[in-house]
């Protein structure tokens, strides 16, 4: 009933489907008009000698009439699927079958009589034909061909019922019901396709309208190109991409307009070329890179385009989507630039030293040769970068580049791994002399002066080589052991080339162990304190006690203090010993003579760390020790690594009353204003000045004499280390300083062994 028009009178869906229907029929009446023609030529043909012509020439002209009327409106439903058909449309479009059937019933009432039985049977086969070409030319209008077969059929079977034809009527009865079924069932499935297509004109215009909100709101814009690859359908972004007005680059083919100009296209890019090649195979691409120029600017786009094809499958062009991506390319570029290279140095880092010294790997292995890594350190560079800047640091930086660069040859990569630490792969290693010639050249250059910001600067290098694949077969292994062969080269002293020995692992992992040995012997209190006396000059009495950490453990026996005070300082574990150190020296203290102070040095970790004045309150309140007996040293180095810091902290247990000595004057990078700005109590003068002076080196003299001098007019007080001889004491004392440590006085002690010294002296002078 649907499909006839017969249910839902006038509602909304009968109105949808009315209008998909009505709107095929302009396509389909000239069927109707030809088959109507052909047929009623046909019947005058066989009643032209029986029938008066006037008649037949009435009922062709009544025929043509309704014909011509029905053509013209099934013309004006052309549209119906855009809007509203009304059921008086429906009623008229229906009139015009139901007219013409009424004019087929004359020649089967009226004209039939006048002729024979042959005649008779052409007729019927006259109006059967007519009514099945109407069943499957058209379809679009199934109530229109059911009131045109029941008016035709029905005058038909009467007429034979009425001429004692009864087969022949029964048999044209069965064929109208057939041809009914076929007419309601040709309209079925005419109206399910105008459906499906009226589906996918919907959802194309959906695609169509996302696609341009999407080009409307997004960077992308939409391109389309036909079967020879011309421009259509260009839209204002795509156009605006090209550099073009719309109207400009309409039908112009897409690759001549991203193309060089002038270029052929067999010297296309790579990727330009890749995108011809998908058009003409007409394949599927997505997110294609794709080198263009427009207008002679460079750029880069990222296509992805689908063909398109019409109802019957033919190929009829291609559209998709694209986007400008020349700034993320650069930024891809600049980070890729960025993971491959040092940005102060612009030297290889550390990813592509590894990635170089891995391919010198296998080219060693494949042909049976040898390559090198060449670790290279810095000599001196920390003070620098502390004293000076970290600008500084970083431009000195770039003046080793340079010259590192200079050295370099072929088959060699220099990179920087980080800091001060830069490294050199030389691809072809057989001949060993080039890599100890690389390592001269390399400490030569870079011991040079440097001038940077109107300072002459010194630093040195350290070089350590491991080969491969003799010393490894892996990079980590390779960069390992020339890691090791540089750490020995440093603790010799610096400025020298070490290549790698086997038995470097064997010190490498006695440090190790040496470290775990360390952080628990700071947990289960493994460490005691030895006491060293510092006399007077004049009267050699003991006026304090500088306090020296010792460490015996339970896995290495007694450790000396130049192994594990440098190691201690690596590994940041000093601050813990040294908060112990200043806790337990202030707690022994507390039973010696009052006059008598505890001199503790602090390490330049400790001072920096932010409770240290805390600490020092703390050490003091547990122990009950006076803040005038305690006596902080700290060396020239605190001032390079933060000089703020180092100066509030050493202010505030100033301000305690504790006193401040500087250890170790005259051998640190410090400036002497610093002496100026804080009050130290002591400046003590290292033991090299001290054997030296007593070997009669003038220039040891002359610094005595001067920290002295110094010392005196800034009413600080001076102590001598070092001191093993009685002449050394009586040189001391002739120079001026006030106070003596050394082994002619006493070596360090426990803190049992110092309290007898103060019970011997009490004896002596009850004795005396």
Not at 617 to 629: F, I, K, T, Y
Request: one cysteine or more; proline letters at 4%; glycine letters at 8%.
């Amino acid at each position: 009933m649907a499909v006839l028009g017969l249910k839902g009178w006038g509602g909304g869906e009968w109105t949808r489907l009315r209008g998909l229907q009505f709107s095929a029929l302009p396509h389909q009446t000239h069927r109707r008009v030809i088959a109507h023609t052909v047929m009623a030529a046909l019947v005058a043909y066989l009643y032209i000698d029986t029938v008066h012509v006037g008649w037949i020439v009435g009922w062709i002209a009544a025929l043509a009439l309704i014909n011509l009327r029905g053509t013209l409106f099934d013309r004006s439903l052309a549209l119906a699927d855009r809007r509203t058909v009304t059921p008086w449309e429906f009623y008229r479009q229906t009139l015009t079958s139901v007219v013409s059937g009424m004019l087929w019933t004359v020649p089967c009432i009226f004209f039939a009589p006048s002729g024979g039985i042959m005649e008779m049977m052409a007729l019927l086969l006259i109006v059967m034909t007519l009514m099945a070409g109407s069943v499957f030319f058209y379809s679009a209008a199934p109530a229109s061909i059911s009131a045109f077969i029941l008016i035709v059929s029905s005058a038909s079977v009467t007429h034979l019922y009425l001429s004692g034809q009864w087969g022949a009527a029964i048999a044209v009865g069965l064929f109208a019901f057939g041809a009914l079924g076929g007419a309601i069932e040709s309209g079925r499935t005419f109206l399910l396709a105008r459906i499906a297509e009226e589906n996918l004109a919907e959802k194309e215009e959906v695609v169509s309208l996302l696609l341009r909100e999407f080009e409307e709101n997004e960077a992308d814009w939409l391109w389309e190109v036909d079967t020879t690859r011309r421009l259509r359908s260009v839209s204002p972004r795509f156009a605006f991409a090209l550099g073009s007005k719309q109207k400009d680059v309409e039908g112009k083919p897409l690759l001549e307009l991203i193309a060089t100009k002038d270029c052929p296209p067999e010297r296309y890019a790579p990727s330009l070329r890749e995108l011809a090649e998908r058009l003409k195979n007409r394949e599927n691409f997505s997110n294609l890179l794709v080198h263009v120029s427009i207008k002679g600017e460079e750029r880069w786009w990222e296509l992805s385009g689908t063909p398109m094809r019409d109802e019957r499958g033919r190929f009829i062009g291609f559209r998709g989507v694209g986007s400008d991506v020349t700034e993320q390319r650069e930024s891809s570029e600049k980070i890729a630039y960025l993971a491959r290279y040092d940005t102060l140095t612009s030297l290889p880092n550390r990813l592509q030293l590894n990635e170089a010294l891995g391919e010198a790997l296998r080219y060693a292995a494949q042909w049976r040769t040898r390559c090198a890594l060449l670790m290279v350190d810095l000599d001196r560079f920390k003070a620098v970068n502390d004293s000076l800047g970290h600008m500084t640091g970083d431009k000195l930086l770039a003046q080793v580049s340079s010259r590192l660069q200079a050295i370099v040859g072929d088959g060699q990569l220099c990179g920087r791994l980080g800091g001060d630490e830069f490294a050199i792969v030389i691809r072809d290693a057989s001949d060993p002399d080039r890599i100890d010639e690389t390592a001269r050249k390399v400490i030569a250059a870079l011991s040079e002066p440097y001038e940077v910001e109107q300072h002459t600067l010194y630093v040195g290098a350290s070089v350590g080589s491991a080969i491969g694949p003799r010393d490894g077969t892996t990079v980590e292994e390779l960069m390992r052991n020339a890691d090791l062969a540089l750490y020995r080269a440093k603790d010799v002293g610096g400025g020298e080339h070490f290549k790698f020995k086997p038995e470097l692992h064997a010190s490498a992992e006695e440090r190790r162990q040496l470290e775990v040995s360390l952080r628990k012997a700071v947990l289960a209190d493994e460490f005691v304190l030895h006491y060293q006396p510092v006399v007077d000059a004049r009267s050699e009495q003991i006026v304090s006690f500088e306090a020296l950490v010792r460490w015996n453990s339970p896995e290495h026996g007694f450790v000396s203090p130049g192994k594990f005070i440098p190691l201690a300082e690596d590994t940041r574990l000093i601050v813990p010993i040294g908060r112990w150190v200043l806790s337990q020296a202030c707690m022994e203290a507390r039973s010696w003579p009052d006059h008598v102070k505890v001199n503790v040095n602090v390490s330049p970790e400790q001072l920096l760390e932010p409770e240290f004045s805390r600490e020092v309150v703390d050490a003091l309140a547990a122990s009950g020790l006076r803040p005038e007996r305690l006596e902080v040293e700290v060396t020239e180095s605190i001032f390079v690594r933060d000089a703020m810091t180092a100066r509030n902290a050493l202010e505030q247990i100033m301000a305690l009353g504790c006193s401040v000595a500087l250890d170790d004057f005259g051998t640190g990078y410090s400036s002497l204003g610093y002496l100026r700005k804080l009050r130290f109590s002591t400046i003590k003068v290292d033991r090299t000045f001290v054997q030296g002076a007593a070997q009669g080196a003038n220039e040891s003299l002359a610094i005595i004499n001067a920290v002295v001098a110094m010392a005196q007019s800034m009413h600080m007080t001076t102590t001598a280390e070092g001191v093993e001889t009685p002449e050394e004491a009586e040189l001391i004392r002739n120079l001026g300083c006030d106070k003596i440590q050394g082994f002619y006085f006493g070596r360090p002690m426990s803190n049992d062994e110092a309290r007898r010294l103060f019970k011997s002296d009490n004896a002596q002078r009850k004795a005396g």
